[in-house]
């Protein structure tokens, strides 16, 4: 199992369902589970609403993708996809 940790932004203009894109990523991916703070993931997920993309990142280590629309999925998969 891949620990992914997810960031949310805090939603203030939401033009992105982050909840479904992020139920989405581990439905398809049943390797893929949920990490806590404590644990150093295997992948950081910052999802943010909108193109401004403002949620706080820069204290995460390590992997991270960061993801903005819809239109991020698809690569998103793509790139777990060669990882795993």
């Not at 703070?37 to 993708?65: F, S, Y």
């Amino acid at each position: 199992m891949k620990t992914v940790a997810v960031k949310y932004c805090g939603g203030c203009n939401p033009r992105l369902d982050r909840v479904t894109f992020v139920n989405r990523l581990f439905s398809e991916f049943e390797a893929l589970v949920p990490g806590v703070a404590e644990t150093e993931p295997w992948l950081a997920l910052v999802v943010n609403g909108c193109r401004r993309a403002c949620a706080e990142h820069r204290h995460i280590q390590g992997r991270k993708v960061i993801v903005c629309d819809d239109a991020d999925y698809e690569s998103l998969h793509a790139y777990i996809s060669d990882l795993l």
